[in-house]
């Protein structure tokens, strides 16, 4: 079974830094995508940062020049150098990938990670 396992997530102070990582096990062929997604309480899930298997990368404005997603060249792992956080950034982060698993039928399904927790707070 194809899945996506979130690490890293934790608790870091305002300013601090945090890297989170994303791998992907099972049967795949191919990863098109990846992206993270964040979840604060009482929000809605917002995109965070997504990365292609060309390697073009795309950001929230909110992120921008802070976070840096990057990944190895099959997608397989990827990961979210988060720096200079701040209070907001507090959610739960997820991983989502565009995947396409070696499985009747052969098409790309979007999977999602089961989360992991940032928490920034002094």
């Known amino acids: 079974q194809v899945q996506l396992v979130e690490s890293g997530g934790g608790l870091v102070q305002p300013g601090g830094s945090l890297t989170l990582s994303c791998t992907a096990s099972g049967s795949i062929l191919n990863i098109r995508s990846m992206g993270w997604h964040r979840q604060a309480p009482g929000k809605e899930r917002e995109l965070v940062a997504t990365i292609s298997s060309a390697g073009s990368a795309k950001y929230a404005d909110s992120v921008k020049a802070r976070f840096t997603i990057s990944g190895d060249n099959a997608l397989k792992t990827v990961f979210l150098q988060m720096s200079s956080l701040k209070d907001e950034d507090t959610a739960v982060y997820y991983c989502?990938?565009?995947?396409?698993?070696?499985?009747?039928?052969?098409?790309?399904?979007?999977?999602w990670g089961q989360g992991t927790l940032v928490t920034v707070s002094s």
């Open positions: 989502r990938g565009d995947v396409l698993a070696n499985e009747i039928p052969l098409t790309y399904r979007e999977l």
